[in-house]
């Protein structure tokens, strides 16, 4: 089964279908969830959602849509798009690894993390201090283990990170349950209030 679906996310890569390659490798892959968290995401109407990152661009300025459109516009990223079929495929069994990497760069974004090392680091502590997977948790302490080895000159700006995303986990509501794209019209500092985003 795994290894059927990580050939079809291949050929779904070479078809140009990135977001359902990358659905379909999450899925064979990891990114389980603890029972705790399947069990939110199950209560999600939209666990996939689709991104129009034309339509965010045409939001008010400091807006959370119209930050997550200028982040992904300077970082030359585009939001990955889950086919239909694909989708019905994976909504019961693989909703944690479809919905994270589709909504992975809105946490940069609410977090306010780049896309450096140091941000990734961040962002990586934050999810597993949400505790949504053991895979997840696993990334983050070999995360905190690595990234100094290849950025030995930022180890102090690492461990801030990691500190910092520890931090903000511990008060905020479970972020990949919530339904993000239906806060992308308020200004971000209200959206990342209503999710108990709370910079000291």
């Known amino acids: 089964m795994k290894w059927s679906m990580l050939w079809r996310a291949v050929q779904s890569a070479r078809e140009g279908r990135m977001g359902d390659a990358a659905a379909l490798k999450g899925a064979a892959t990891g990114g389980r969830a603890y029972p705790e968290l399947n069990a939110k ?3 999600l109407e939209e666990p996939f959602p689709s991104i129009d990152l034309d339509a965010l661009r045409r939001f008010p300025e400091g807006t959370f849509g119209r930050e997550y459109a200028r982040f992904m516009d300077d970082q030359g990223l ?3 798009i889950v086919s239909r079929e ?10 944690l690894a479809v919905r994270y990497p589709l909504l992975h760069d809105a946490f940069h974004v609410l977090l306010g993390f780049d896309t450096s090392l140091v941000g990734e680091l961040g962002v990586w502590s934050f999810v597993s201090a949400q505790h949504y997977s053991p895979d997840y948790d696993r990334a983050a302490r070999w995360g905190r283990r690595l990234y100094p080895l290849v950025r030995p000159g930022q180890g102090a700006a690492l461990r801030e990170a990691s500190a910092r995303g520890e931090a903000l986990a511990r008060r905020a509501r479970c972020l990949i349950a919530e339904p993000l794209e239906q806060l992308f019209t308020l200004p971000l500092p209200e959206a990342r209030n209503r999710l108990g985003l709370v910079f000291e």
């Open 86 to 95: 694909v989708a019905v495929e994976l909504a019961r069994t693989s909703r």
């Open 41 to 43: 995401l199950e209560l």
């Open 78 to 80: 585009k939001p990955f």
